[in-house]
């Protein structure tokens, strides 16, 4: 079986070719902006996938290594002259780096726990880093928060943060690619669907989640970072939201978890609708209902997601074709 | 001989299950252990790759004593073992589960072409490679777990009651399958329920009895044992009416 195919080639190199070229295309700022966390919410909703999506357990704390990255950008810029416009990005390996190794520890605790205790643990997490930023306030300035001097681009202003969001999906992408197709994506698939019978055959289970764990956070971290720049000031509620986390989560679901383009697909189809209410209905936060009424949706309609639901579709077909008795059991065929 | 079991103690809690085992496991060939619930075969099995740590005694693999080893380390000597239950991961793809069973190996394209080899020897992962493993019947499940099992090239392959809960023309297929490894020069231990069919498709056999082997022999010897029906029926001779565990072939 070939890595790459040419049909895989051509839809990765078509969409991130025509994703690259959007900015120089459409210059209209507040467009550019929507873009800008629309590739945001893909880049973490494909990190949590990464590590939530492979493994099947649900984290609901990568928030808390969102702000980390956001403040690791903030403090960089504050004890450390990397100067303004482009170089500040080319720390964000570094952050990620940094903040993906330090993690590790936390989840090897963390990860002693499994199913809705993990869920909760690493929710907890969250506000645990939340209010040392709150707190911390020799480093993060507690609730004044931390500024970011903001650069002067020559082009669009929105335009290289777009583009930086983008490499980092196009990393996450090409990392959840990569890791799906190796001995450790079969490794985290054996987890997720029964850890014990993955221990059974030698597969080293804690290791195999680390990593994941730590690739997911990473990426996480980095993209903490560019949103840190994009908005100049840092705070504990908006830099460590919940809100930030379940948004990205749900469109996981939506698109499907576990799937390489579902999260990505999730996040094209909920942001630019999230980003629409939040222009036309202010600070109302009316789209938290919208976001309820979303999950209610996938819920009841795709329970595993747009991917996962077409490609089911599609088998189907391909089943009648062959003419092949549907030997699957009711309740698959009743959940599909 | 390529396995030897020397006295081994091992259960549960407080109580022995194998209260001192002696069996050879002959190279090259089929080994059928038979007898009523409870004599000890399953335990056997799960003592000789690792899920159950002997109390006593000793398992000679090649000469080496492997008794206590984790399945892990029993994995690297060539051992595998096919459980009773199903093992296969049912949400992932029928080739993946294949693809799993080569996890401990370095060279991923060697998992690959070792994979693509099997494929060809079992059609059923060839032709529903890409469904999902839950998606397959009882009897296809085992096959596929069959082909996971040989991923590694194993020296002897442990079968616990392969045919369980299976209908008469799956129950046929695994035997089949079974003939086909001995065929190819795999060493066997099975562990069946079904006396009859399994001492049919073995070269040897041990009837066992409250932990220890009661009688071992050929499997064509054996079947014609009366002393076979006593441990089964309590004193009556070989029947095919199916109770007792001396159920009809296939």
Redesign the interface.
Known sequence: ?RWITPGGLLRGGGVFGLLAAFPFVERTDWIVNIGVFTLMYAGLATAWNLFSGYTGYISLGQAAFFGIGAYATGITFEHISIGSGYRPFYALPLIGLAVGLVSVPVAWVALRTRAMTFAIVTLMLLFIVQQLAFNLRSITHGSQGVAVPQPTFASNFDRPYYLAMLSVLALAMLICWYVRR??LG??L??I???EE??R????RVTGAKLIAWALSVGLTAMIGGIWGYYLFSIYPESAVDPLVMIGAVLMAFLGGKGTLWGPMIGAFVLVPAQQWALTSYGATRLYLIAYAGVFVLVLLLLPRGIVPSLADLV?RRRFRATDRPD???TV?RVAS | MLLRFDSVVAGYGRGDILRGLDLDVPEQAVTCLVGPNGAGKSTALKTLSG?LKPRAGRILFEGDDIAGLS??RV??RGIVHVPQER?L????TV??NV???G??MRD?GAV?RRAEALAERFPIVRERR???A????GGQQKVVEIARALMLRPKLILFDEPTMGLEPKTRHLIFETVARLHADGHTVLLVEQNARAGLAAADHGAVLDGGRVAIAGRGADLLADPRLGELYLGGSGPTANGSGGMNSPA
Not at chain 2, 89 to 92: A, D, R, V
């Open positions: 079986m190796s001995k079969l490794m698939l054996g997720r669907d029964d019978k993955a059974g055959l030698g597969v088998s030997v699957r059991p698959e | 899920l399945p892990a994995l690297a093992s991961f049912p949400l992932m080739w993946d693809l799993m069973g996890h401990s991923r690959r890409n469904d999902r839950g998606e397959l019947s």
